[in-house]
């Protein structure tokens, strides 16, 4: 007896049809694939069907020049891909606020200043507008409320957090620069800063008081408390101010030309000589709709402030 066969339909050309396969298809394998790899194992190639790549498979680099970081994720055979992951546009590294680059994916805004060796990076809630270098000026402004002031009679919700641009400075120093603000509003003003963390830190200003002096003024804030010292009355033009570091002391000055200095504020914020601290500019508009400060004749020399009362 023969044996029994299944009538299949037959083709166009008045032949059977092939049989349909259930076996699967095999995977193609590169002549990479077949390379042995030494200890190859999970998704490395040459480590079974799972670890083999499918040709024409590409994994993306992150593009060149971007903050991106990688992460890897998994294909259902196994392989590994690239997948970037974009860092907060609104945080920094540090995860202090910050705002992008209008029309541009990079976070950083960092600028660079005439008479600075180094960039300034802004921190804070984002000012209006973004800073401005002119010539050897550095103008910025101040939206309405922008402050940095802690009242000692207890904190503030939420804290007042003006954008400062400042940059970390190690060692003996001395930061000075002529300071103008649109005085317009009570304590309009621009700052030059000192900062340690949210509850150390210092500034000095050029400042319209409630009476409609402008005049220099001091903050020195230890342990999340400020206090508050109204000095000499200035020229609505503004005037000269420094900060100097010498170890853990600092000394803050101003002067009408630049010159010759009369001391404002001589003082510990309880920080050892090792301690980093970074120093920059801010511009506050605290009680007003917002202003703008120029900080121009920008100096910075790593010296150390031998004498805080001659005038030097």
């Given amino acids: 007896m023969g044996r029994a066969t299944t009538d299949r339909p037959a083709d166009r050309r008045g032949q059977r049809a092939p049989r349909h396969s259930t076996r699967r298809p095999r995977l193609r394998r590169t002549a990479e694939d077949r390379r042995p790899r030494p200890g ?7 480590a079974g069907t799972a670890g083999r790549r499918l ?9 060149r020049g971007s903050s991106r970081d990688t992460r890897t994720a998994h294909t259902s055979v196994g392989c590994s891909i ?8 609104a945080r920094g590294h540090d995860g202090s606020r910050r705002r992008p680059v209008r029309g541009s994916s990079v976070t950083s805004r960092s600028r660079s200043c005439p008479g600075l060796p180094f960039p300034l990076e802004p921190y ?5 507008g973004d800073p401005d270098v002119t010539g050897t000026a550095l103008r910025l402004t101040a939206g309405a409320g922008a402050d940095l002031f802690l009242d ?3 904190a ?3 804290r007042p957090d003006a954008e400062r641009w400042t940059a970390p400075v190690d060692g003996d120093f001395q930061l000075q620069a002529h300071v103008a603000a649109g005085f317009v509003a009570d304590f309009d003003s621009g700052v ?3 900062w340690f963390d949210d509850d150390t830190w210092f500034k000095v200003c050029a400042e319209r008081d409630p009476a409609g002096i402008t005049r220099v003024v001091s903050v020195v804030t230890r342990d999340g408390a400020s206090d508050d010292c109204d000095s000499s009355p200035i020229d609505s033009s503004g005037t000269h101010l420094r900060i100097s570091r010498m170890g853990g002391a600092f000394a803050l000055h101003a ?3 630049g010159a010759r200095w009369s001391m404002i504020r001589y003082f510990s914020v309880g920080r050892s000589a090792a301690e980093t601290l970074q120093v920059g500019f801010v511009a506050q508009s605290p009680a007003g709709s917002g202003t703008w400060a120029t900080f121009s004749d920008i100096r910075f020399t790593r010296t150390t402030l031998l004498e805080v009362r001659d005038g030097s």
């Fill in 40 to 46: 190859g194992q999970g998704c490395e190639p040459g």
């Fill in 55 to 63: 040709t024409g498979a590409v994994r993306r680099p992150a593009r």
């Fill in 82 to 89: 690239a997948r970037t992951r974009g860092v907060h546009p």
């Fill in 124 to 128: 804070g809630a984002a000012a209006p």
């Fill in 152 to 154: 000692p009679r207890g």
């Fill in 156 to 158: 503030e919700s939420p």
């Fill in 192 to 194: 030059l800063l000192g």
């Fill in 255 to 257: 002067s009408p030309d």
